[in-house]
């Protein structure tokens, strides 16, 4: 072995080869260099694995030229959500509105007033631009938007509740993936977590006999990913405003997803709006800007003045600002709640899509698989989910296009969908069968997901 892998070739004179140079004319030099870097080091890992013997110029020479169409595209890239979940944290959740890219090309291409009062020409603050609207859709009375859900509770934690107990029930410490855990945010965020009830039940005197001098807030954290049925008990929003005014405690509610129109009109179960929310009289509420809202990744904070101004006053807050792109896409998404909603904002539209047109979709993508001639194709019906940690047992019947080829195996199709095409396609195998579910492939998608099955294939 280390006879071959001193023989290994070197970038330089593989970088000597006419097939390479000739590379130079369609593609930048530093390109050209990653890709030889990259084909030689795969090929020295595969000889130290022992999956291969040696290493000739010929196989780097040809690897560079297969793949450096693939090496010249950027890292983060479009691909297909082919998967049905149409919050897909891992494939960037909500596809933003034409609006939204709209104000980011402008916002982002000139100078824009983001900290500038117009009227008195001097210094203003970045989060007026959304404020207006905010106040406007949910009645709330004052607002502030972060960089993401997440940075608002620990925005709301760390002002309130700093070297403070936080009541929260069992039943509610929840994870939300990767590494939000409420319990570990609590901790460093500063506040002390006081758990009362049971996984399953917690009753309103469990919280009030928690409440000492020392607590500082009472928390009811949306269980956005799972459910509690069966033997259960939680406490009511409005039972916990109610206790926390005797007690003079403010009460503060994670909603997760939050949402500002009722979306039974979507077909899914009934979740109270923002607006419904806060005449709860709770002080404090936050969600995210980019789950069911269908925004851009933000943490929006409403509720009482005076607790929104100590929230806005911390300096934890400056480092979890928002920045000016997020801003202008969030004033955009938020200004089309006062028209059209449900047809102008793609998850909403996503959701509501009904099943009658999601088979015409299938269909007409039937209709140009058939020149493939070793692909065996058909429709079944299926279901979607909303993801995104919001209604997780909502199930939304769909149609899917399931997919075989004559001679490569299902998960290698899988695979070679999400590898080679320069728009992946992400998809899902179920009961033995490839699945593409047209909820979250967008009408003029489909003839990129033709083209990708080709390069998939090929
Ligand atoms: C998703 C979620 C968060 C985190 O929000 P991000 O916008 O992803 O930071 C926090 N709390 C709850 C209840 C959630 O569902």
């Known amino acids: 072995m280390k006879e071959s892998l001193r023989n290994i070739p070197k970038v330089n004179s593989v970088l000597e080869r006419e097939e390479i140079k000739g590379l130079l004319t369609s593609y930048p030099r530093w390109v050209v260099v990653e890709a030889v870097r990259r084909v030689i080091e795969e090929k020295r890992k595969e000889l130290i694995e022992g999956k291969r013997e040696l290493v000739s110029e010929n196989t780097v020479v040809k690897e560079v030229l297969d793949k450096i169409e693939k090496f010249s595209l950027p890292s983060l890239k479009r691909v297909i959500n082919a998967t049905g979940v149409v919050l897909h944290t891992n494939l960037g959740r909500a596809p933003l509105p034409k609006e939204a890219l709209d104000a980011i090309n402008e916002i982002g291409a000139n100078y824009s007033n983001l900290e500038f009062d117009l009227d008195e020409g001097k210094r203003g603050l970045r989060y007026v631009h959304v404020e207006y609207i905010l106040k406007k859709l949910t009645q709330a009375p004052s607002a502030l938007v972060v960089n993401n859900n997440a940075a608002a509770v620990f925005l709301v934690l760390n002002t309130l509740a700093q070297g403070k107990e936080v009541i929260v029930s069992r039943g509610e410490l929840i994870e939300i993936g990767g590494t939000f855990r409420l319990p570990d945010v609590m901790k460093s965020a500063g506040a002390i977590l006081k758990e009362v009830g049971t996984t399953n039940r917690t009753r309103i005197s469990d919280y009030e006999n928690a409440i000492t001098e020392n607590t500082a807030l009472i928390l009811k954290a949306h269980t956005s990913n799972y459910k509690i049925v069966g033997f259960s008990e939680s406490v009511s929003l409005k039972e916990l ?122 269909q007409r993508l039937l209709e140009k698989l058939k020149d493939f001639s070793e692909i065996e194709a058909g429709i079944k019906m299926d279901v979607s989910a909303v993801g995104g940690g919001a209604l997780p047992t909502a199930e939304l019947p769909t149609y899917c296009v399931f997919l075989s080829h004559k001679s490569i195996e299902l998960k290698e199709l899988e695979k070679r969908l999400r590898v080679k095409p320069k728009v992946p396609v992400i998809c899902r195998i179920k009961d033995d069968k490839l699945l593409l579910d047209m909820r979250t492939i967008r009408d003029n998608e489909l003839e990129i997901v033709v083209q990708s099955i080709k390069e998939a294939i090929s």
């Open 241 to 362: 405003v109610n206790l926390g005014k005797k007690y003079g405690i403010p009460v503060y509610n994670d909603l997760g997803s939050g949402l500002f129109v009722d979306i039974r009109k979507l077909g899914l179960p009934y979740e109270p709006t923002v607006t419904e929310v806060l005449k709860s009289g709770v002080d404090v509420i936050s969600f995210s800007g980019d789950k069911l809202l269908g925004g851009a990744q933000a943490g929006i904070i409403l509720g009482k003045e005076e607790l929104i101004d100590k929230l806005r006053k911390n300096p934890i807050n400056r480092v979890l600002r928002i920045d000016k792109l997020t801003l202008s896409a969030l004033e955009a998404t938020l200004r089309l709640y006062m028209e059209e909603p449900e047809s102008k904002i793609p998850v909403l539209a996503m959701l509501k899509t009904q099943e009658d047109q999601l088979k015409t979709k299938a």
